[in-house]
């Protein structure tokens, strides 16, 4: 009588969009550490546990694989953004709401934090060929939330929305990077700063409350 055959179950391997994901995790990684133009593929490979090919079936090169970071976490960045902003009526809180969500970003994800604010910008296919559709996207945000804030009344309507949505941005982006470069980021608290941009424009883009009006003097005060 022969026996019954037996086979061992084979070990369960990733998806193939599991496996691209933890690609890019790893990619996150090598990027912060090594920075990008020292980072190699096989690097990368090795951190996310698959043969330096494997790369090669989910991106075309180092610089593809910077870009689909820069896609794929802003998308997420984004989404979150929305979240943050829901249930908050008023635009200029929004304002404030938004420059937390950001800086609380940049210091619970600090290697992609700096890929994103440092090494993004070392890479000459991204300046020269690259349209960044989506930090478009994340910058009309803000836009639409001084638009919205002229429409309600609350913010002064001669400012530029496309103006300020860039001088917001270019806030956040500069001290995110003075974060990510310090080397004690610690004494560096974001929350803080958070409360102390959000004011600076909230003040200089609120419209200013109508002046009391005098009192006319009384008849004892005639002259």
Not at 6 to 27: G, H, N
Not at 36 to 41: E, G, M, N, Y
Not at 86 to 111: N, T, W
Request: charged share 25%; net charge negative; aromatic share 10%.
């Amino acid at each position: 009588m022969n026996e019954p055959s037996f086979t061992m179950p084979a070990a369960e391997t990733p998806s193939r969009p599991v496996k691209r994901a933890l690609i890019l995790e790893a990619a996150i990684d090598v990027f912060a550490e090594k920075g990008f133009h020292k980072a190699r593929i096989a690097d990368i490979a090795r951190k996310a546990g698959v043969a330096d090919g494997t790369i090669y079936l989910y991106f075309r090169n180092k610089d593809d694989v910077l870009l689909c970071i820069f896609e794929e976490k802003m998308a997420e960045l984004i989404a979150g953004v929305h979240v943050a902003l829901s249930g908050i009526d008023d635009p200029l809180e929004q304002i404030r709401a938004f420059a937390r969500y950001h800086f609380r970003q940049v210091e619970e994800h600090r290697a992609l934090a700096e890929v994103l604010q440092v090494e993004l910008r070392l890479s000459n296919k991204f300046l020269k060929e690259y349209r960044p559709a989506k930090l478009w996207e994340y910058l009309g945000i803000f836009g639409t939330l001084v638009r919205a804030g002229q429409e309600r009344g609350v913010i002064r309507a001669e400012v530029d929305p496309f103006v300020l949505m860039w001088a917001f941005f270019g806030a956040l982006d500069e001290i995110a990077i003075q974060w990510v470069l310090a080397r004690n980021p610690s004494k560096f608290h974001l929350d803080a700063t958070a409360e102390t941009v959000a004011d600076v424009f909230i003040r200089g883009l609120a419209v200013a409350p109508d002046p009391a009006p005098a009192h006319p003097a009384s008849a004892e005060e005639e002259p």
